[in-house]
């Protein structure tokens, strides 16, 4: 089967980061395919590199970011979200002046369009919730 | 046309989500997707006429719910069941909202291609 996966909450404030992350990888092992995955609202932390959890905790972006390059996920984080809240990448941080950008890798920025498009290509859409 | 359904469980100010959760609404409404709106809970405090955003420094959610119909969307329902909870009455929402009965709610999610849950 074809997911795609909305995430709402903040990463190490919700559980749904984790939650999200262990149904992609479940789904993925047991040979479904993830068509993508949307970071909405504060999920957006998701995809913060500048995040940095204490020693005995699981790096989310960095989960993410593997779990990414192991499968080809597509992970689109809300840019309209995520620029109010300082997740930013090159591009948008040189249109607005910022000093630095935080993107993860295996992240891109992009716009609702995209998860419109996912909810129409894809056999189930699944939210894990703010 | 596939049909989204939203729910909106949240109220209307002291969290984001249930403003992003209609900019989505909007945003699906612009790709020409026909679009829903199930407002149960505590999200039916959005519905409410007379509320003023601007007194906690936030644009007011009911101006962007009563706007939904230059987008297409006409289908505003407010779950029976929540209001009768509250106290609340049709006539204290905004025009164009509608009452559903829970039975109503079910087969309206069962028929919506994809429902998203605020």
């Not at chain 1, 559980?15 to 068509?35: E, K, P």
């Not at chain 1, 950008?101 to 919730?129: H, I, Y």
């Not at chain 2, 403003?19 to 409410?48: K, N, P």
Request: glycine residues 6%; negative net charge; hydrophobic residues 45%.
């Amino acid at each position: 089967m074809k997911f795609s996966i909305l995430v709402l909450g903040a990463p190490y404030s919700r559980q749904s980061v984790q939650t999200a992350y262990r149904f992609a990888d479940a789904a993925l092992q047991r040979g479904h395919s993830i068509y993508r995955v949307f970071f909405y609202h504060d999920a957006v932390n998701t995809g913060n590199a500048l995040s940095q959890p204490p020693q005995d905790a699981a790096s989310l972006p960095a989960l993410w970011t593997e779990l990414g390059q192991k499968h080809q996920l597509d992970l689109v984080v809300c840019i309209s979200s995520a620029l109010k809240r300082g997740v930013i990448d090159p591009t948008e941080a040189a249109r607005y002046e910022k000093p630095a950008a935080n993107l993860a890798p295996g992240f891109e920025l992009s716009g609702l369009g995209q998860w419109v498009d996912a909810c129409l290509n894809s056999d189930r859409v699944l939210t894990f919730g703010a | 046309m596939p049909s989204f359904l939203f729910v909106c469980r949240k109220p209307p100010y002291g969290d984001s989500l249930p403003r992003e959760a209609l900019d989505m609404a909007l945003a699906t409404a612009a790709f020409d997707q026909q679009v829903s709106l199930f407002f149960t809970g505590d999200g039916v405090w959005q519905l409410l006429q007379g509320q003023d955003g601007q007194r906690a420094d936030q644009k007011d959610i009911a101006a962007l719910i009563s706007a939904m119909p230059l987008y297409d969307i006409e289908a505003l329902y407010a779950d029976s069941s929540s209001l009768r909870d509250r106290g609340l009455r049709l006539e204290q929402l905004l025009p164009g909202v509608h009452l559903l009965e829970p039975s109503a709610y079910a087969t309206l999610a069962a028929e919506s291609d994809v429902v998203l849950n605020f």
